[in-house]
């Protein structure tokens, strides 16, 4: 860009003060006076000149092509699923009725050992006992894969619209940097 600006530059700085002479005096008998078509090509910027040094190489290699970018690209969702999961807490159980010293209270005055209707899952028979235990069992060990796969699935989603995205918009980029190369040399060209 910089090397374009530049013979850019040149070029209107020496085709502006040969345009603006005018001749002094006349002919010498002996010559004809040259044509505005002549007077073009006798001058010291030719756009073949251009296009040539636009086609070759730069001496010195172009800055920033060998460098690391400096940011990196991420998706950010909120996963309300896991979120919510996270903010469960299934370790200590339900709160004891009556707070913590309320239960304490309630088991030194009747032991569980001499009530039976007051000992854990004592309001369940054999049967729903069997059933609160595989429900607890598929929860454990079917539940968290389950999650896990559709969780894995909508992040893998994300991320394909993501590169899609991303592809799409240096599509358009590089199809309007192009767009503005060719106009730039047709500029160059109609001069």
Known sequence: MCLM?????????????????TPTGHAPSGTQAASPAQDAGS?????DKIRDALAQMPATPLRGLDEQ???????????R???LIASLDFTSGPPAPGGLY?????????PSVDNPRVQPYAAFRQAELLTIAIENLEAHYLGGRALNAVSSAERAAAEQAARDE??????????????RAVATLNGLSSR
């Open 5 to 21: 600006a530049l013979v850019l530059a040149a070029t209107v700085a020496a085709a502006a003060p040969a345009a603006a002479q």
């Open 43 to 47: 001058l010291p910027v030719s756009i």
């Open 102 to 110: 309320g239960y304490e209270v309630s088991q030194q005055a009747f």
């Open 81 to 83: 699923i896991d979120d």
């Open 69 to 79: 970018p400096r940011f990196k690209i991420g998706v950010s969702e909120r996963r």
């Open 166 to 179: 991303v592809q799409k918009a240096l599509a358009a980029h590089l199809a309007g940097a192009s767009d």
